[in-house]
């Protein structure tokens, strides 16, 4: 798990606000049409595809996760080239100061299970290339970049409704428009989550004309998460996972040994 305390929450400033895998858009988004909310098809993968995570289950108390599986949800659309993130129904969070070369990359979770079946999700990742991540850093919102991060601190954010988010910074702002004005969009919301309903989580997908994005359940539901972005031998980045806080993986920063 990651490490726990007042100090390493960075609360981020609140920002004003599907047809090939790896490729970069060739046209302007969409003009004109409304918001949408989709369901998607989840499609299981092998565990290698996240060999970078390095992920462990540990044999505990049995409160730890037991198994896991990874599913692909679909392929988010980033015209901008600026991931959101932030709390799916409150629309508080931020954008990413990392920008990403625009394009449609594949959105994948990591559903882990405890011992009772219980089920939730752990993480969500966008790949942006097949190649590995051989290191881990913290993804800073806007607003946090102004200055150095101490080590005991992380850009993040804040989960309420249970429902995290990754979105294109535009499509953010159109969905969070029109979240709050139209009562179409919020009742196509609730029966795509309860028509995806898995035991303990769900998600949707946001198609807008400006982009798209996707809400997740949260881990356990309400908490503060942070996000990484994944870097090959060379440096280029190669994906962006939000990080549940349910697992060890090799992107949470190393706990300060106990002294006594």
Same mark, same amino acid.
């Given at each position: ?7 390493? +929450? ?9 047809? %090939? ?6 046209? /302007?988004?969409? &003009? *004109? ?40 949800? #679909?392929?988010? @659309?980033?015209? /901008? *080239?600026?991931?959101?993130? *932030? ?15 625009? %394009? ?14 219980? @089920? ?11 190649? =590995?991540?051989? $290191? ?14 101490? @080590?005991? @601190?992380? =850009? *993040? ?7 995290? =988010? ?10 969070? &428009?029109?979240?709050? &004005?139209?009562?179409?969009?919020? %009742?196509?919301?609730? &029966?795509? +989550?309860?028509? $995806?309903?898995?035991?303990?989580? /769900? ?15 949260? #881990? ?5 998460? #942070? ?11 190669? /994906?962006?996972? !939000? ?15 106990? !002294?006594?």
């Amino acid at each position: 798990m990651s490490p726990t305390g007042p100090d390493r +929450l960075r609360r981020a400033l609140v920002t004003a606000a599907f047809t %090939g895998l790896f490729n970069p858009l060739r046209t /302007s988004h969409a &003009q *004109g049409g409304a918001t949408r909310v989709e369901s998607g098809t989840p499609h299981r993968l092998p565990r290698a595809a996240i060999d970078d995570l390095e992920i462990t289950l540990t044999a505990g108390d049995g409160e730890e996760p037991v198994d896991l599986a990874v599913l692909t949800l #679909g392929t988010i @659309e980033l015209p /901008s *080239g600026q991931l959101a993130a *932030g709390d799916g129904m409150q629309l508080d969070g931020g954008t990413f100061a990392q920008t990403v070369p625009a %394009g449609r990359y594949p959105l994948q979770v990591v559903v882990v299970r405890y011992v009772d079946d219980t @089920e939730r999700i752990a993480s969500a990742q966008v790949k942006f290339a097949e190649r =590995s991540a051989t $290191n881990w850093s913290n993804a800073v919102f806007e607003g946090d970049d102004a200055e150095p991060l101490a @080590e005991d @601190e992380m =850009s *993040g954010y804040e989960v309420e409704s249970g429902l995290g =988010s990754l979105f294109d910074a535009r499509a953010l702002r159109a969905y969070g &428009q029109e979240l709050t &004005q139209s009562p179409r969009l919020r %009742g196509e919301l609730e &029966q795509v +989550l309860l028509r $995806n309903r898995r035991p303990a989580w /769900s998600w949707a997908w946001v198609r807008t004309p400006a982009g798209s994005g996707v809400l997740v359940s949260a #881990g356990s539901g309400a908490g503060f998460y #942070g996000s990484y972005w994944g870097k090959d031998a060379s440096g280029a980045i190669v /994906s962006l996972v !939000t990080d549940f806080d349910l697992l060890d993986w090799a992107g949470l920063p190393e706990e300060e040994p106990v !002294t006594a």
